[in-house]
């Protein structure tokens, strides 16, 4: 059993920072083998790819989140990051962490955490 926990969101100014964490746990050895990804969704919207990292630490990130977003990662905590600064009302939404493992298959979604930037 495989769970993964998002935690970190909450009401921000514009231009703040927030700073989310995805932490997996369960019958779990070893992360280094698995992709990460954060997407957002907000309401009535597609949800979207905002940052990836490849299990050799390749990170790729929205055009509109480049230069304010941070993806990292570290695999002895079996954590997932995701540094936001410079936040705008466009990323407010709903943040899920994602899990791809090698094997493939549909990998491991958390909750979610919501996150909302607001005047």
């Known amino acids: 059993q495989v769970q993964l926990v998002e935690s970190g969101g909450g009401l921000v100014r514009p231009g703040g920072s927030l700073s989310l964490s995805c932490v997996a746990s369960?019958?779990?050895?070893?992360?280094?083998?698995?992709?990460w990804g954060w997407y957002r969704q907000a309401p009535g919207k597609q949800r979207e790819l905002v940052a990836f990292?490849?299990?050799?630490?390749?990170?790729n990130y929205l055009d509109s989140v480049k230069g304010r977003f941070t993806i990292s990662r570290d695999n002895a905590k079996k954590t997932l990051y995701l540094q936001m600064d410079s936040l705008n009302v466009t990323d407010t939404g709903v943040y899920y962490c994602?899990?791809?493992?090698?094997?493939?298959?549909?990998?491991?979604w958390g909750q979610g955490t919501q996150v909302t930037v607001s005047s």
């Open positions: 994602n899990a791809k493992l090698p094997e493939g298959g549909p990998g491991y």
């Open positions: 369960g019958s779990i050895i070893s992360i280094v083998s698995w992709s």
């Open positions: 990292v490849t299990s050799w630490g390749a990170a």
